[in-house]
């Protein structure tokens, strides 16, 4: 199974439309990803990163939709490591 995470593109850089990047925030985790599939995102939106590649731009509501759910998965699992065997 394949999992995209949301981000939110923080700067862009690079003339070359295959090796331009982006400083992209996963909720205070600043990586940078490779914007080639992606040529229309700009600072400011947040696109789906797989594998450090931005693979689509997508809307803010969708991502915090996305990090909410992701944030409940967290949750439960600590949960699930605390609980006594």
Do not use: W
């Not at 199974?1 to 090796?19: E, K, N, Q, V």
């Not at 797989?50 to 409940?72: N, S, Y």
């Amino acid at each position: 199974m394949c999992l995209a995470i949301p981000g939110r593109i923080l700067s862009a850089f690079g003339d070359d439309a295959l090796t331009r990047l982006g400083r992209v925030d996963f909720g205070g985790v600043i990586k940078e990803i490779n914007l080639a599939y992606t040529p229309e995102a700009e600072p400011g939106d947040y696109v789906l990163v797989h594998v450090g590649f931005a693979l689509t731009v997508i809307d803010e509501a969708e991502a915090q939709r996305t990090l909410a759910c992701l944030q409940e998965i967290a949750a439960l699992d600590a949960t699930r490591a605390e609980a006594p065997l």
